[in-house]
């Protein structure tokens, strides 16, 4: 194979007029010296994780495949890749497929190096830990753990792989931390044990939900202890999960999660009655709540009965078109679990300013000290995990993968991780200023009271992190080394 540099600067003239993945034409106008420094930082930033890979031929198509996903073309998947960076080489091909699909490297110790630099570039103790599902879009049946189920990124029910991923979000910037692949729940009837050798899932794995994936997640994350962080967010579909929260409370952490909004809690924590004789029939066995506490009532309930002067207006997010505001409601209330009384949480009710008032609901086991403007804030940190699947998708092929194999899905993964995480710390080298690329001047945190007076502006931790992004496909490999071993 010869070295890439002359045949890419000749393939990226004649790609010049394609748009990338993402839909749009690259925004970045860089010089030459530019290109050659980030082209050296990428081989620097490679060697971060050299450790990972055991022989030279692994860390070679590793950079390799992490060239094609920063690169330009318009569907990144190998054949193209290779083609663009290496010529048509049909055993290049094949090793690239086997390095993906078979390699025998662990995906799993590639994230965990990859958490460890997240943690040194973006770490900071106040971290937020985000929670969400995507789906990839699946033509046939044959890929691991496809279904017929919901898929986000189309908004209805399709052919689809289902990953849960944590995304980390700091003052410093934003990356992806960990993904599950979920496997459903039809894929463990006997029907299906052919597709698992065919897939190379491992035998004993056992059906889990996708809230239980993304409680492993955090565990995980907590128990190693590498990257900091404090709060974990998720929407309603992890958020309604009660194990999901009891399991964030008993690790230590806090969170603030979306409920739906027929979910019931008490005002005051009702009197149980315990296991004993009762008046009539059989002793009971279990304790239960007073037949004479009040019942619990669902969020939309209370939200519907709070008076005005409950509510008060916050900025609970900067965007490009400006500061986001809404109204807002704090109530302590006592969960249910069970038919009995849980712990005792933040009831956050967020409305907004429409004609037609959009109501959100969200419960936090914060402690009484949180101020109402964090809780505030925190609702709308949503969009960085958001953002970085778009930019996934749309900037290194995070959706374009074709192998179908358990250890082929994660190797993608992994390395995809790897290169949406370098154009982050380009961003960061060239110290963009991210307020004036991104963001209104205002900071985030302004607290707006109902009648516009004792107002007082709040720095949150976050308001240094753009809330939109211009990433853009980049022909690095044209200077990347790309010599064989």
Known sequence: MQEVARSKKLGSSRRSNKRPASGRKPSSKLALGDIEAISDELKTYHRLFHAVFQRREQRYWSLVYLCGQLSDLERKTIEPMVL???????????????????????????????????????????????????????QGHDSVGVAHQYCGALGKLANCQEGVFAVYVSPNGYAFLDTRLYVHEDWFDEAH???????????????????????????GLAQRGVVPFQWVTCDEHFGGNPAFLNGISALGKWYLAEVPCNTRVWLRTPRVEPPGLGLLGRPRTRPRVAKNAPRARELRDIAASLPKSSWARYTFKEGSQGAMVAEFAFLRVTTVRDKLPGPRVWAVFRRSLDPQPELKFYLSNAPLTCAHYELAQLSGLRWPVETALEEGKGEVGMDHYETRSWRGGYHHMAQTFLAHLFLIRLRLLFKKNARADHCPSAPVGGVCHPRGVGTSIRHSRYHCVPSTTKLCGLSLSSQADTTPP
């Open 84 to 138: 663009a960076l290496i010529g048509p080489e049909p055993n290049a091909v094949r090793a690239v497929e086997h390095f993906i699909s078979q390699g025998p490297w662990e995906a799993r110790a590639l994230i965990q190096r990859y958490q460890e630099v997240v943690a040194e570039w973006l770490g900071d103790p106040h971290g937020v830990i985000i929670i969400d599902g995507s789906g990839f879009p699946k």
């Open 193 to 219: 044990r052919e597709h698992w050798k065919k897939c190379g899932l491992p035998a004993n794995l056992p059906f889990r939900t996708e809230p239980e994936l993304a409680l492993d997640m955090v565990c």
